[in-house]
């Protein structure tokens, strides 16, 4: 993006002006293209499977175009280390591969975000994971006249969770990422969370990614996907 937009504006400067503004010239060209996707009010979920690299890629994009990462799975794994009432309520469920109540759920969405009531908008990484989920963030939407924008979906396959998973659960030491429980993890992700493809998608909201590769090269796929859906 950065060279085609230096070629762009540079055919415009006359031959004899100093490199140093022309140099200057492409950089405040440059960040005035890029910045003005941060005055727009954006509202995005990650969506894919455990082990996607979702909360990577979100983490990314909330820095990018300056927006409040909100993470249940960072929310419930800080809760469960100051062993807190509502972190073993989540504990008696992750460590069994099953998904967390929606009625808990939505609670600590609505106080995650009331924390960053004055943001340009949300990444939601790990919710909603159902129908009803995505209903009841819409409805929650709507109170605060905004709405989704775009569902980002990252694609990767079932073997490559597996395989991330294990491995991440090595390095961490991680008790809830054995075999058993990563792959009843992906049952109740293909039974109960995958229909939110179909979902958004027919609101057209969807862009699917391939989530195998590089981390920076995912991002800037998702830059693009991000960008493009701005941009229209």
């Known amino acids: 993006m950065t060279g085609v937009l230096s070629h762009k504006f540079t055919h415009y400067i006359p031959r004899y002006f100093p490199k140093m503004l022309i140099f200057v010239w492409n950089h405040v060209a440059v960040n005035i293209f890029e910045n003005q996707y ?6 995005i979920i ?3 499977p ?23 799975g960072d929310i419930f794994r800080s809760e469960i280390r100051n062993k807190t009432k509502m972190g073993n309520k ?47 963030l819409d409805k929650l939407m709507q109170e605060k006249n905004q709405e989704i924008t775009l569902v980002l979906a990252l694609e990767v396959s079932g073997e490559e969770v597996v395989k991330r998973l294990l491995k991440r659960a090595q390095l961490e030491g991680r008790s809830d990422d054995n075999e058993e429980v990563i792959r009843n993890r992906l049952k109740v992700y293909h039974e109960q969370t ?33 960008e493009g859906d701005s941009a229209g």
Request: proline share 4%; aromatic share 8%.
């Open 194 to 226: 995958e229909p939110l493809l179909t979902y958004y998608d027919e609101q057209d909201k969807l862009a699917t990614v391939p989530g195998e590769g590089t981390i920076e090269g995912i991002f800037k796929n998702l830059c693009r996907a991000i």
């Open 38 to 43: 941060h005055d727009l009010m954006m509202n």
């Open 90 to 136: 989540v504990q008696s469920y992750i460590s069994k591969g099953e998904l967390v109540p929606d009625e808990l759920l939505l609670d600590i969405l609505k106080n995650a975000m009331e924390k960053h009531s004055g943001t340009r908008g949300y990444v939601f990484d790990g919710f909603p994971r159902t129908i009803h989920q995505a209903v009841s």
């Open 50 to 72: 455990p082990g996607s690299g979702k909360g990577t890629q979100s983490v990314k994009i909330a820095g990018k175009y300056h927006l409040a990462h909100i993470s249940t």
């Open 46 to 48: 990650v969506f894919g």
